[in-house]
């Protein structure tokens, strides 16, 4: 096998570039994947039959004098693609697209019971993985690149920092609609509980966790803050730069689900079923993804009624993903943050203009976007 990644984008001016060592890397980890997962141990033989052509100066081949402080993010979508080029012809061994992102908020300032100075690297949440032609995605599991990543007990930082986890739970809906459902990403709400700066550097916003013969895309990864004062704002971006939080207000962060595999109207009705019974799908979903019919008070799914719907559903091309900018807007009232967001006492970027050109408005949306 020949990867080729002379096409993979040149190196980048801000600190997302990776060494060569990635890039090999990238093409070794989906190649082992592929072709032989379970056999052990890996050693230089197991990539004999591995050509690698990867030119210097690309974003994952990087030369001096480019930053790599945040070099982790963009191999994972290399692996990613790698998998999605070969499922044509490797559709038994290959997955859909993950959330592909750490996921990670960094979090500074003084302890109050002694002025001491902490710095905490928050998030790492798991997140949403593809499904494969015969199993539903993996919820709630850290990114491919960091299996030596563990999900850290909430207890743990509210004993050390000022913060407070008031939620760490599954997204409804985030993974991708499929004959397999894509996985489950994950919701976390901290408040602070004193003044402390708020980062963030989260990839995989717009470009979704894509899905496979006919499947839909999972849900992006997202970075919100509520202010106590009520406000709440969401970054397109995914880029939150030093942000003052003061006691009350809060971060969310979520991670994407991964992309679903095969027709979603083939699913199991049964399959369906115990999504909603489980709350993994909501009712809304299960009917305009899925094409159940879901009775509203038991949540029983009329099969006859369904399988006509879902003939009609075929009949116009449904289902579909969602719009680009209906998804970054949203129906909740955020504020949509352009750009990067970088708090200057309480100030900030100012939110989208008021325009009905929606062109314009995508643009502005994807303003120095994750990809």
Known sequence: MTIDLTDVSEQVRGFYNSGMTAGLSCCQVAFKCLTSPLDYPINDGSFRSLDIVLPPGRVVSAVKPAAMRWWMTFPMTVVDTIFKALAPVMPDQTIAGHHADLVVANVNGYRPQD???????GGLIGGGWGAKKTEDGL????????????NGP???????????????????????????????????????LGDVMFNAQV?????????????????????ELHRADGEHLRFPSGKVM????????????????????????????????HDLTQGY??????????????????????HDASATRRLEMRAKGLPTDEDLLDIILGDDGATIVSGDYESNGHGHTPPLPATDDYELRLQLALARRCC
């Open 154 to 192: 909430s207890e743990q930082v509210e004993v050390k920092y000022p913060l407070l986890v008031e939620e760490y739970a599954l997204r409804q809906d985030t993974g991708g609609a499929g004959r397999q459902r894509g996985g489950m990403g994950t919701r976390q709400t901290v408040r602070a």
């Open 203 to 223: 990839e995989r916003v717009h470009c979704r966790p894509w899905g496979l013969e006919g499947a839909l895309s999972g849900a992006g990864n997202v970075v």
């Open 242 to 273: 030093a942000y003052r939080l003061q006691p009350g207000d809060k971060y969310t962060l979520m991670s994407g689900g991964g992309g679903g595999f095969g027709d979603p109207l083939e699913r199991d009705l049964a399959a369906v079923g």
């Open 115 to 121: 002025g001491g100075l902490f710095i905490y690297v």
């Open 281 to 302: 799908v909501s009712r809304e979903a299960a009917e305009r993804l899925f094409g159940a019919v879901v009775d509203p008070e038991t949540f029983a799914i009329d």
């Open 139 to 150: 919820s709630a599991t850290i990114a491919i690149n960091d299996g030596d990543t563990h």
